[in-house]
């Protein structure tokens, strides 16, 4: 391959590279093993075969990383008329509950069930302070993660793993 600079109309050569040797380190003119270039330039063709068998770990690669990324988070059906019960209970719940301070009224949002044990995001406000929070009711007791530093680990403790992921990572639908 010849890199040619041109000035005005006077065309110059700035360098000359040999085509890079691709069947082996050996020449095909010379049978000299110690040069790393070839005296035969590739074809097109050949060029295609190398560059796709370079690439031959890219779609494993591709295959891990969309594995390893996590299905979208499945919420409740809001419009199914358990799920509206389960949340009015909630809110309700809140409203009376000394297990964790929660100021006014709260709209809460349904985020999964276990059993007797409801993972909610609930929103509460009186007008002068707020919160906005997941929470897990087992029955009547409603547990909050910690402020601060204790909020990861108390997330991860209280909340099933693909919840955990969503609450540290959330999206608009998980809000009332």
Request: contains cysteine; negative net charge; hydrophobic residues 35%.
């Amino acid at each position: 391959m010849v890199r040619v600079r041109t000035i005005g109309r006077n065309p110059e050569v700035i360098a000359e590279t040999p085509p890079i040797c691709w069947r082996s380190r050996r020449c095909s003119r010379c049978g000299d093993d110690s040069h790393a270039v070839c005296c035969e330039p590739l074809e097109l063709e050949d060029q295609h075969v190398i560059w796709l068998s370079r690439l031959r770990w890219l779609v494993p690669l591709l295959l891990i990383c969309v594995s390893c990324s996590g299905a979208e988070l499945v919420l409740p059906d809001r419009t199914d008329p358990a799920v509206q019960a389960e949340e009015q209970r909630i809110a309700t719940l809140l409203q009376s509950s000394t297990d964790v301070w929660i100021p006014g009224q709260c709209k809460v949002r349904l985020l999964g069930q276990e059993g007797s044990t409801s993972y909610v995001w609930a929103r509460c406000s009186d007008g002068l302070s707020g919160a906005s929070l997941p929470l897990r009711i087992d029955d009547e007791q409603v547990s909050a993660p910690g402020d601060g530093s204790l909020y990861s680990d108390d997330v991860i403790r209280l909340f099933p793993p693909e919840l955990a992921d969503a609450i540290f990572d959330p999206d608009e639908r998980m809000f009332p």
